[in-house]
C-alpha cells in the first residue's frame, strides 16, 4: 500500500521551468518505481518518465526526453520531476505512480496513482 500526493503544479510561460515533487506514504518507498504520466484533454494518459526504486535507472518518453529529470529522496520518501524548457504542448495534468517493478513504462504496472496535478505553460 502506497499513498502518493502531488504538489509543484501551476502556470509557467513556455521557456520556464517547474518541478513537481510527490511524496509517498511507507517505509517501503524505495523498492517501488515511481512514474510519471500525464493527461492532455482529448488525449491518453501519457507516459512521462520513470526511475528505479534505488534512483539508479531512469527512463523517458520520447516527447519529454532531454527536457525533463526524475529524481527521488528515498530519505524523504518523495520523487521530484523537473521540466525544463517547457512548451504549451506540455499542458497537461501530471500524475505520479508507484509500481513494484524495478523500472517500467507499463501503464498497467502502476498500482498506486496520485490525484494528479495541472500543469500549464503558456505561450
Known amino acids: 500500500q502506497v499513498q502518493l500526493v502531488e504538489s509543484g503544479g501551476g502556470l509557467v510561460q513556455a521557456g520556464g521551468s517547474l518541478r513537481l515533487s510527490c511524496a509517498a506514504s511507507g517505509r517501503a518507498f524505495s523498492t517501488y518505481a515511481m512514474g510519471w504520466f500525464r493527461q492532455a484533454p482529448g488525449k491518453e494518459r501519457e507516459f512521462v518518465g520513470s526511475?528505479?526504486?534505488?534512483?539508479?535507472?531512469?527512463t523517458y518518453g520520447t516527447s519529454v526526453e532531454g527536457r525533463f529529470t526524475i529524481a527521488r529522496d528515498n530519505a524523504k520518501n518523495t520523487g521530484y520531476l523537473q521540466m525544463n524548457n517547457l512548451k504549451p504542448e506540455d499542458t497537461a495534468v501530471y500524475y505520479c505512480a508507484a509500481s513494484p517493478l524495478l523500472i517500467t513504462a507499463d501503464i498497467d504496472e502502476y498500482a498506486y496513482w496520485g490525484q494528479g496535478t495541472q500543469v500549464t505553460v503558456s505561450s
Open positions: 526511475i528505479s526504486g534505488s534512483g539508479g535507472t531512469t
